[in-house]
């Protein structure tokens, strides 16, 4: 069990280390820190786990960008054995499922965290997370969304489909964040949201648009200083009007199952997490035009992302 003390100090590191000290003088240095990151983690994975069961012993980790490729289907076929903290599918998935149907957005198996994806790609992914984890993507993602010091008291408004127990580790004494249920009519909130006042508004696209259409009609008081599109694809006629109603360049968080992939920087260009994983090139025509990501994640150990092809999105 971790304490009080324990998990400030892991959020506080995370932060740290992600806002200032993970800095790279060129593109080729940033290449051979990941290299090594890599074959660090997959040296670390019980020789029990699916990545090491799927490929012969001799193969070099050295080589592990040479190693077949893994998709959604896959990863949830052999996902008991693909996991390294013992959780069994059937489990996870039955218990995320009765934390979405009871609202009360606890769920967890033998301590680790567990829930399921928005299901965006039209098929939806479990993902496991543990404490440790957790407080790292709370400090992860603080250093990438906060203009403001973490000192500073500072408030997050956050729309989803479902709660979890990723999202509400963002509460501490000076970060103060409240989740807004979207099985409710956007209306419903309205109060609330307004009562709240948050200085940093995430929320999916089609909520940003309601939103933006009350604070039109000015029953919306709420200014935040930085908005966030989260879980769905940012239609363009949606971010200039919803930009044009709140005056502020709207950003966006890719998270999903996979990970977290990517936030947009403070000019609204989106930028991929590259100090927490590897994001390759799985070309989709000849002219190596298009393409879709494979993923490599040496930032989570409990579930293992490795050469995972980020399929059902639209290409890049």
Same mark, same amino acid.
């Given at each position: 069990?971790?304490?009080?003390?324990?998990?400030?100090?892991?959020?506080?590191?995370?932060?740290?280390?992600?806002?200032?000290?993970?800095?790279?003088?060129?593109?080729?240095?940033?290449?051979?820190?990941?290299?090594?990151?890599?074959?660090?983690?997959?040296?670390?994975?019980?020789?029990?786990?699916?990545?090491?069961?799927?490929?012969?012993?001799?193969?070099?980790?050295?080589?592990?960008?040479?190693?077949?490729?893994?998709?959604?289907?896959?990863?949830?076929?052999?996902?008991?054995?693909?996991?390294?903290?013992?959780?069994?599918?059937?489990?996870?998935?039955?218990?995320?499922?009765?934390?979405?149907q009871d609202r009360t957005f606890l769920p967890q198996v033998n301590g680790m965290t567990v829930g399921l994806s928005s299901g965006t790609s039209g098929y939806r992914g479990l993902f496991v997370v543990s404490k440790q984890e957790r407080y790292d993507w709370v400090?992860?993602?603080?250093?990438?969304?906060?203009k403001k010091s973490i000192l500073k008291h500072q408030k997050i408004a956050l729309f989803l489909r479902a709660n979890s127990m990723l999202y509400e580790s963002l509460n501490n004494s000076r970060i103060e964040f409240c989740f807004f249920d979207m099985i409710k009519?956007?209306?419903?909130?309205?109060?609330?949201?307004?009562?709240?006042?948050?200085?940093?508004?995430?929320?999916?696209?089609?909520?940003?648009?309601?939103?933006?259409?009350?604070?039109?009609?000015?029953?919306?008081?709420?200014?935040?200083? $930085? &908005? @966030?599109? %989260?879980? !769905?694809? /940012?239609?363009? +006629?949606?971010?200039?009007?919803?930009?044009?109603?709140?005056?502020?360049?709207?950003? $966006? &968080? @890719?998270? %999903?199952? !996979?990970? /977290?992939?990517? +936030?947009?920087?403070?000019?609204?260009?989106?930028?991929?997490?590259?100090?927490?994983?590897? &994001?390759?090139?799985?070309?989709?025509?000849?002219?190596?035009?298009?393409?879709?990501?494979?993923?490599?994640?040496?930032?989570?150990?409990?579930?293992? &992302?490795?050469?995972?092809?980020?399929?059902?999105?639209?290409?890049?």
């Open positions: 069990m971790l304490s009080q003390l324990h998990t400030k100090l892991i959020i506080l590191f995370s932060y740290l280390r992600h806002k200032y000290f993970r800095r790279f003088q060129s593109r080729a240095s940033l290449l051979r820190w990941q290299h090594k990151k890599v074959i660090k983690f997959i040296s670390k994975l019980p020789v029990d786990n699916y990545y090491r069961r799927r490929l012969s012993l001799n193969v070099l980790f050295t080589d592990w960008q040479s190693w077949p490729l893994i998709d959604k289907n896959e990863m949830m076929d052999n996902f008991d054995c693909l996991n390294t903290v013992g959780i069994k599918k059937e489990e996870a998935i039955n218990v995320a499922i009765a934390a979405e400090g992860c993602l603080l250093a990438k969304i906060l009519p956007v209306s419903n909130h309205k109060n609330t949201l307004n009562a709240f006042n948050p200085d940093i508004l995430i929320a999916p696209p089609s909520v940003l648009r309601q939103l933006a259409d009350l604070k039109k009609s000015a029953q919306l008081t709420i200014s935040p200083e $930085q &908005i @966030y599109s %989260a879980a !769905e694809v /940012f239609d363009p +006629i949606d971010k200039r009007y919803i930009q044009e109603i709140f005056k502020k360049t709207i950003g $966006q &968080i @890719y998270q %999903a199952t !996979e990970g /977290f992939l990517g +936030i947009s920087c403070a000019h609204g260009k989106l930028h991929l997490n590259e100090d927490l994983l590897v &994001i390759e090139k799985h070309y989709l025509d000849k002219n190596k035009k298009k393409f879709n990501p494979i993923i490599t994640d040496f930032s989570r150990t409990s579930q293992p &992302i490795l050469r995972y092809v980020l399929k059902g999105v639209t290409p890049i």
